[in-house]
């Protein structure tokens, strides 16, 4: 081994350098978001409502994806 051969350091592993990007890039977007909101050009999404009737409730086994009565006005994805 050449004697100017960088000796193994904190951080330097395959994983570890990949998680450190990883937190690099989630911080990145977070700071983005925080700057669109600041800005005023990013909306919230409006609050969640489910209107489905009891009857749903009773249709949907939970197995799989949601089951909604022929009449239910929502329609929703969490049943």
Do not use: I, N, Y
């Amino acid at each position: 081994m050449p004697r100017d051969h960088q000796k193994p350091q904190p951080g330097d592993s395959p994983a570890e350098r990949w998680a450190a990007r990883q937190r690099d890039a989630r911080e990145q977007r977070l700071q983005e978001l925080a700057r669109l909101r600041e800005a005023g050009e990013l909306q919230e999404p409006p609050p969640f409502s489910c209107d489905c009737p009891p009857t749903c409730d009773e249709l949907d086994d939970w197995s799989g994806k949601p089951v909604h009565a022929p009449d239910c006005p929502c329609g929703c994805d969490v049943g």
